[in-house]
């Protein structure tokens, strides 16, 4: 049968839901059908969820962990029933601070080796912020094959600019497709961006213009939040 799960954010802590086939709360999950998890002790918010092949649920979430400048990328981990996963990363949960200020996940995809890919951003100070992309190995470890230890950020524009990565897609060949928006500091508007890196997590200068495409014709606001490829693989 198939099930369907939800996502619901609340202020202080992360929820999910798991529905039958038939609509209804699947009570053999967590408690009644709802598990809540304050992940962080503090405040959390889930932003995507990715289901693993053996049933496993990974939610890639923003939480005000320890020693945190307000806001980390967390990712945790849940077994089909409902409990924590504390095989994963520490005791259930991986996350991410960057020392230089807030940073937050958008994004979360399972790759066909059952590594984790999570994409965000990372605040860099003022108004600049870099994209970010997070690869951890099946055991919620960072991937020390993938970027710096398991992190690959850069900025889309050399002198700097606001950018957040809003979503992921992988190729055939295993590359690595980045959406989401840029905007210069003097600009007033965001304009479309979509990066390409290689699985190493090194950026595909074959892609576009150094492996960045930026699209705005008519100079108005503009994001990507949703990749797919057509029959062709473009």
């Given at each position: 049968?198939?099930?369907?799960?939800?996502?619901?954010?609340?202020?202080?802590?992360?929820?999910?839901?798991?529905?039958?086939?038939?609509?209804?709360?699947?009570?053999?999950?967590?408690?009644?059908?709802?598990?809540?998890?304050?992940?962080?002790?503090?405040?959390?918010?889930?932003?995507?969820?990715?289901?693993?092949?053996?049933?496993?649920?990974?939610?890639?979430?923003?939480?005000?962990?320890?020693?945190?400048?307000?806001?980390?990328?967390?990712?945790?981990?849940?077994?089909?029933?409902?409990?924590?996963?504390t095989s994963f990363g520490n005791e259930g949960v991986y996350?991410?601070?960057?020392?230089?200020?807030?940073?937050?996940?958008?994004d979360v995809i399972i790759l066909e080796d059952e590594k984790?890919?999570?994409?965000?951003?990372?605040?860099?100070?003022?108004?600049?912020?870099?994209?970010?992309?997070?690869?951890?190995?099946?055991?919620?470890?960072?991937?020390?094959?993938?970027?710096?230890?398991?992190?690959?950020?850069?900025?889309?524009?050399?002198?700097?600019?606001?950018?957040?990565?809003?979503?992921?897609?992988?190729?055939?060949?295993?590359?690595?497709?980045?959406?989401?928006?840029?905007?210069l500091p003097l600009d007033s508007y965001h304009s479309n961006?979509?990066?390409?890196?290689?699985?190493?997590?090194?950026?595909?200068?074959?892609?576009?213009?150094?492996?960045?495409?930026?699209?705005?014709?008519?100079?108005?606001?503009?994001?990507?939040?949703?990749?797919?490829?057509?029959?062709?693989?473009?």
């Amino acid at each position: 049968m198939k099930k369907y799960i939800v996502l619901i954010i609340i202020s202080c802590l992360s929820t999910l839901v798991l529905f039958g086939q038939a609509g209804e709360l699947d009570i053999g999950f967590a408690d009644n059908g709802i598990l809540e998890w304050d992940a962080s002790g503090a405040f959390d918010r889930g932003q995507a969820i990715a289901v693993q092949p053996d049933g496993k649920i990974v939610v890639a979430l923003n939480g005000a962990f320890p020693n945190s400048n307000g806001s980390d990328i967390g990712v945790v981990r849940i077994n089909e029933d409902g409990s924590h996963d504390t095989s994963f990363g520490n005791e259930g949960v991986y996350f991410y601070s960057n020392p230089s200020g807030l940073d937050a996940a958008t994004d979360v995809i399972i790759l066909e080796d059952e590594k984790i890919l999570v994409s965000g951003w990372i605040s860099q100070g003022g108004a600049f912020s870099d994209f970010v992309v997070i690869q951890l190995n099946t055991d919620g470890t960072p991937d020390a094959s993938f970027g710096t230890e398991g992190v690959k950020s850069w900025s889309i524009f050399e002198d700097g600019s606001a950018d957040i990565a809003n979503c992921l897609a992988v190729t055939e060949e295993g590359k690595i497709l980045v959406g989401g928006q840029s905007r210069l500091p003097l600009d007033s508007y965001h304009s479309n961006v979509i990066c390409r890196l290689n699985p190493d997590g090194m950026i595909d200068s074959t892609f576009g213009s150094n492996g960045i495409y930026i699209w705005n014709p008519d100079n108005t606001p503009k994001e990507t939040h949703k990749l797919d490829f057509a029959d062709d693989g473009r």
